[in-house]
C-alpha cells in the first residue's frame, strides 16, 4: 500500500513538513527521526517515490571542445585526476566547438542534473551562462569576463618570442598555417609580425579547410607552389605543423634544412629526437590545478561571490626545427 506524504507523517506521528524534509536530506530532521520515517516507507513500498537522496560524492562537469587533440585531452585527463584527489565525480561533454552546445551543456548541468561546480574550457561567450553554480573557466586571455573565475591562457608572448626567435636566425619570410577555428591566433601572429615591422603577404597566410595533419598538407602544398615562398612557418597547433612537415618529406624536403618551423601546443609525440619541433607549451597541469583550486574554494564557500582571476602564460620550448640562414 503506497501512502501520502500526510499519512506517512500520521503514520509515524511527525508532521507532513518533517516527512518532507526526511526525504529532501534536510539536517534538521534528526537521524533517528529520519530512520524511523524511511522504515515506515519501505514497508508501505512508497520509499523510492519520496526520497531524494543526493549522490554521495560531489559531481562536477567539465565541458570541453574536444578530446581528438593531445591538448585539449590533456586538460581532461588532468581534471579527472584532481576531482578524483578532491573524493569527487567528474562528468564530460564535448561541444566540438559550437556556443550552443556549450550553452545547452551548462543549462543542463546547471538546472537538470543540478551539479556541484562547472569548469568549461573554451570561449564561454555566453552572458552569466553559469549562475548559481560554482564555475570556473580556463579561456584565452582575449576572452574577459568579470562574472565568474577564470584561468586565462596567454599565448600572445610566446607568440611574440617565436617571431623573434626566427628573426634571430635570420628569417624574415615568415608564414602562418592554420584552419578555420584558429582566427584568433593568426591575428596575434600578424599583430606581432606587424609589432617587428615584418609585411607579411596575403598569401603567407593560409587557412586550411581541413583540420590536424590534413590541414597541414594542405597548407604547405599551396605554401610550396608559391614564386617566393617562405623560409619559415608558424602553425596554429602541432598536428598541422607535423602534417606540413610531412608533407615536405614526401616532396624530398625537410625541416630545418629547407623549412624552419614552429608549432603550438608542445604535444608528447615531439619527445621524440626525430621530430624535435620547436613549439609554444601551455602547462595544462598548472592551468587544472589553479582551475580546480578555484572551484574548490568556492564550492566550500558560496558566499565567495567575487570574481578572481589569473593569468597563466605560455612558452616557446626551442628544439632543433629553426636554422640560422
Do not use: W
Not at 597566410?205 to 604547405?220: C, D, L, N, P, W
Amino acid at each position: 500500500m503506497a501512502l501520502t506524504l500526510s499519512k506517512l507523517a500520521k503514520l509515524t506521528n511527525v508532521s507532513i513538513s518533517t516527512v518532507s524534509k526526511a526525504f529532501s536530506g534536510s539536517s534538521e530532521v534528526s537521524a533517528e527521526t529520519r530512520n524511523l520515517i524511511f522504515d515506515a516507507a519501505r514497508r508501505c513500498g512508497c520509499f523510492e517515490k519520496y526520497y531524494k537522496g543526493r549522490y554521495a560524492k560531489r559531481v562536477i562537469a567539465v565541458i570541453c571542445p574536444e578530446i581528438k587533440s593531445e591538448f585539449y585531452a590533456g586538460y581532461v585527463t588532468c581534471l579527472e585526476d584532481l576531482i578524483r584527489a578532491h573524493n569527487a565525480t567528474m562528468l564530460l561533454s564535448l561541444t566540438n566547438f559550437d556556443m550552443q552546445a556549450e550553452l545547452d551543456s551548462i543549462n543542463y548541468y546547471r538546472c537538470f542534473a543540478k551539479v556541484d561546480g562547472i569548469i568549461v574550457i573554451g570561449s564561454l561567450d555566453q552572458e552569466r551562462a553559469a549562475e548559481g553554480i560554482p564555475t570556473v573557466g580556463i579561456l584565452s586571455a582575449q576572452t574577459k569576463r568579470d562574472d565568474m573565475d577564470c584561468i586565462y591562457i596567454d599565448f600572445e608572448y610566446a607568440m611574440y618570442e617565436a617571431i623573434a626567435h626566427l628573426i634571430e636566425n635570420g628569417h624574415r619570410k615568415i608564414a602562418f598555417i592554420g584552419e578555420q577555428l584558429t582566427r584568433q591566433k593568426q591575428k596575434v601572429f600578424l599583430k606581432y609580425m606587424q609589432r617587428h615591422k615584418l609585411p607579411v603577404p596575403e598569401e603567407y597566410i593560409v587557412t586550411a579547410k581541413k583540420r590536424f595533419e590534413a590541414a597541414g598538407s594542405e597548407a604547405m602544398a599551396r605554401l610550396l607552389t608559391l614564386p617566393d615562398p617562405p623560409t619559415a612557418v608558424i602553425a596554429a597547433y602541432d598536428y598541422i605543423a607535423l602534417g606540413a612537415i610531412s608533407y615536405l618529406y614526401g616532396r624530398g624536403l625537410s625541416v630545418p634544412e629547407n623549412l624552419s618551423m614552429i608549432g603550438m601546443d608542445n604535444i608528447g609525440v615531439l619527445d621524440n629526437e626525430n621530430i624535435a619541433l620547436t613549439s609554444i607549451r601551455t602547462d595544462y597541469q598548472k592551468t587544472s590545478e589553479l582551475a580546480m583550486q578555484y572551484l574548490a574554494e568556492k564550492m566550500d564557500a558560496p558566499y565567495l561571490t567575487k570574481a578572481r582571476s589569473i593569468v597563466v602564460r605560455s612558452e616557446l620550448v626551442k628544439r632543433g626545427s629553426v636554422r640560422r640562414i
